[in-house]
T-cell receptor, first 113, second 110 residues
Framework: GENVEQHPSTLSVQEGDSAVIKCTYS??????FPWYKQELGKRPQLIID?????GEKKDQRIAVTLNKTAKHFSLHITETQPEDSAVYFC????????????FGQGTILTVHP | NAGVTQTPKFQVLKTGQSMTLQCAQD?????MYWYRQDPGMGLRLIYY???????DKGEVPNGYNVSRLNKREFSLRLESAAPSQTSVYFC?????????FGSGTRLTVV
């Protein structure tokens, strides 16, 4: 099955700085890469995703980049704000199915005012 | 539009007791999933159902059973609860893409 490794496990930045979280995956057939944000005590929520036919996708202050050759994808958050503080998870499906996601271990992002 | 609804939100069980976690979605999604979340271990797949009438094991199925009752509902059953099953359980549904998660069930087995 798919194996997803996520780094770093914790990340601390000052408000206004950028944050980058990286994930690597093992199954070269994976074709869909979502990122989820989970605030304390809440459910994970999809914040951005990318499909394998593009290399980058942006949505306001967040962006995801994909390198299929190296089998890694990254989440970029610019101009961080305290409300960005949360746990972030990457995921990949393995094979050619969009379902049955394997998640990374999560990154705790803390943005200091 | 409620999305994905899970019940109960909290539960305390004694070792050996049984219970069923309920999940329902109103988005007409074909696929539904049960994950457990433990500190430092992310979300691990217990069981999933790609479509009504089918279920398959995920990464950590031991000690659990599931039922896809219809397209809307997917339940998770613990037949004989063990302390190792203390966790937060999330149900999710999807259709060709990202998941929509339920609000979770925090289960403690003592």
């Amino acid at each position: 099955g798919e194996n997803v490794e996520q780094h770093p496990s914790t990340l601390s930045v000052q408000e206004g700085d950028s944050a980058v979280i990286k994930c690597t995956y093992s199954d070269s057939a994976s074709n869909y890469f979502p990122w989820y944000k989970q605030e304390l005590g809440k459910r994970p929520q999809l914040i951005i995703d990318i499909r394998s036919n593009v290399g980058e996708k942006k949505d306001q202050r967040i962006a995801v980049t994909l390198n299929k050759t190296a089998k890694h994808f990254s989440l970029h958050i610019t101009e961080t704000q305290p409300e960005d503080s949360a746990v972030y998870f990457c995921a990949a499906p393995g094979g050619t199915s969009y379902g049955k996601l394997t998640f990374g271990q999560g990154t705790i992002l803390t943005v200091h005012p | 539009n409620a999305g994905v609804t899970q019940t109960p939100k909290f539960q305390v069980l004694k070792t050996g007791q049984s219970m069923t976690l309920q999940c329902a979605q109103d988005m007409n999604h074909n696929s539904m999933y049960w994950y457990r979340q433990d500190p430092g271990m992310g979300l691990r797949l217990i069981y999933y159902s790609a479509s009504e009438g089918t279920t398959d094991k995920g990464e950590v199925p031991n000690g659990y059973n599931v039922s896809r009752l219809n397209k809307r509902e997917f339940s998770l059953r613990l037949e004989s609860a063990a302390p190792s099953q203390t966790s937060v359980y999330f149900c999710a549904s999807s259709e060709f893409g990202g998941y929509t998660f339920g609000s979770g069930t925090r289960l403690t087995v003592v």
